[in-house]
């Protein structure tokens, strides 16, 4: 069974610092990664897409990919109130057919 | 640009009743297609998805079905709701590329539709 672990939270930060949130997979054989951010009630809307080893930066995000430890990371810098919302991570393997398999998310608070 | 449409966004049926809700996408030809369910608190879960017109792959056995009748038109149907199908449905589209690449596989998700079952 392909897997997508994310650490539920909610994970609580001050307004300004650095959040961090973490995302494991099983599959080893996956070559895509997402990060969509889902605020109460809406539908998900995606961040960013890493598909490379390292890191790649959006702003005040940055996404961290390492695939030989199987984990993919985001970053967000300068948190703001705004950014409180659950953000998801999903993994896709083009040998997978065409499913995304997704965490289940982690709960972001930035506390002003 | 692309743009997805789902409707209703909000609907309140009894057990029993039949349902059916409504995805398009436009700005684009041969998308493909996903209807996923959240349920209160849980994940992700992929319903179906559709690669082309009269193409439905099933993930979950259910009194859930679809159907594909024009390249930008996906329907979710239920002949009689359970309380179980109570949830937010999402409708989404992606071009597929298996070689992978900047962009590919990006699903875009229409606003979904809160369905409550009494």
């Known amino acids: 069974q392909k897997e997508v672990e994310q650490n539920s939270g909610p994970l609580s930060v001050p307004e300004g610092a650095i959040a961090s949130l973490n995302c494991t997979y099983s599959?080893?054989?996956?070559?895509?990664f997402f990060w969509y951010r889902q605020y109460s009630g809406k539908s998900p809307e995606l961040i960013m897409f890493i598909y490379s080893n390292g890191d790649k930066e959006d702003g005040r995000f940055t996404a961290q990919l390492n695939k030989a430890s199987q984990y993919v990371s985001l970053l967000i810098r300068d948190s703001q109130p705004s950014d409180s919302a659950t953000y998801l991570c999903a993994v896709h393997n083009a040998g997978n057919n065409r499913k995304l398999i997704w965490g289940l998310g982690t709960s972001l608070a930035v506390n002003p | 640009s692309q743009t997805i449409h789902q409707w209703p966004a909000t609907l309140v049926q009894p057990v029993g009743s039949p349902l059916s809700l409504e995805c398009t996408v436009e700005?684009?030809?041969?998308?493909?297609l996903y209807w996923y369910r959240q349920a209160a608190g849980r994940g992700l879960q992929l319903l179906f998805y559709?690669?082309?017109?009269?193409?439905i792959s099933s993930e979950v056995p259910q009194n859930l079905s679809a159907s594909r009748p024009q390249d930008r038109q996906f329907i979710l149907s239920s002949k009689k709701l359970l309380l179980s199908d109570s949830g937010f449905y999402l409708c989404?589209?992606?071009?597929?590329?298996?070689?992978?690449?900047?962009?590919?596989?990006?699903?875009?998700f229409g606003a979904g539709s809160r369905l409550t079952v009494l």
């Open positions: 700005g684009t030809s041969n998308p493909n």
């Open positions: 989404a589209w992606t071009h597929f590329r298996l070689a992978g690449g900047p962009g590919a596989n990006v699903l875009t």
């Open positions: 599959d080893r054989g996956s070559q895509s």
């Open positions: 559709s690669v082309g017109i009269g193409q």
